[in-house]
T-cell receptor, first 115, second 109 residues
Framework: GAVVSQHPSRVICKSGTSVKIECRSLDFQATTMFWYRQFPKKSLMLMATSNEGSKATYEQGVEKDKFLINHASLTLSTLTVTSAHPEDSSFYIC???????????FGSGTQLSVL | QKEVEQNSGPLSVPEGAIASLNCTYS??????FFWYRQYSGKSPELIMS????GDKEDGRFTAQLNKASQYVSLLIRDSQPSDSATYLCAVPNNNDMRFGAGTRLTVKP
């Protein structure tokens, strides 16, 4: 199966700092990448859809100025959590797909803890 | 109505039993369906995909699809404690994938 690499796997930061999370598709070109967040024992919540070379499409209620998404190439998308606060602590997961309505391949996730 | 609905469980079965996980979806035009398994603290991994009505078997897993009833299920035969996880039903929706809330399965030794 296709491989999606996500790092860091775990990050602890101070309140007010920014954190960047990278998501790479290692062996295929991802036309679309998705960013999710997940709270303990809750389901995945789609934050935004990212297409290479264009602005990300954010889900309702997700602050685009706080969660900056850049999709610079067909193999790399980044999520930057700006001015992080404790309520931003969560498990962030990226996924990538070769095409619309095709299966998703997930990164290993990033556990963010904001002190 | 949610786009993809699952019974959140928890579902508990004894080792060796059949675990049955169910999912309904709202978009009658959906053509592809996926089951993902997610262990606690890990990201989801794809275990089954199904596109046609009927059953699709892969080892101990069987996916069942009934488009008329807008229903897709996952059966796990000879359940093992290592199958204990949350199982997510997923259905593509335009440009993204919609997930159910997930069913938490516990297989007791």
């Amino acid at each position: 199966g296709a491989v999606v690499s996500q790092h860091p796997s775990r990050v602890i930061c101070k309140s007010g700092t920014s954190v960047k999370i990278e998501c790479r598709s290692l062996d295929f070109q991802a036309t679309t990448m998705f960013w999710y967040r997940q709270f303990p024992k809750k389901s995945l919540m789609l934050m935004a859809t990212s297409n290479e070379g264009s602005k990300a499409t954010y889900e309702q209620g997700v602050e685009k100025d706080k969660f900056l998404i850049n999709h610079a190439s067909l193999t790399l998308s980044t999520l930057t959590v700006t001015s992080a606060h404790p309520e931003d602590s969560s498990f962030y997961i990226c996924s990538a797909t070769r095409g619309v309505k095709e299966k998703l391949f997930f990164g290993s996730g990033t556990q963010l803890s904001v002190l | 109505q949610k786009e993809v609905e699952q019974n959140s469980g928890p579902l508990s079965v004894p080792e060796g039993a059949i675990a049955s996980l169910n999912c309904t979806y709202s978009d009658r035009g959906s053509q592809s369906f996926f089951w993902y398994r997610q262990y606690s603290g890990k990201s989801p991994e794809l275990i089954m995909s199904i596109y046609s009505n009927g059953d699709k078997e892969d080892g101990r897993f069987t996916a069942q699809l009934n488009k008329a009833s807008q229903y897709v299920s996952l059966l796990i035969r000879d359940s093992q404690p290592s199958d204990s996880a949350t199982y997510l039903c997923a259905v593509p929706n335009n440009n993204d994938m919609r997930f159910g809330a997930g069913t938490r399965l516990t297989v007791k030794p």
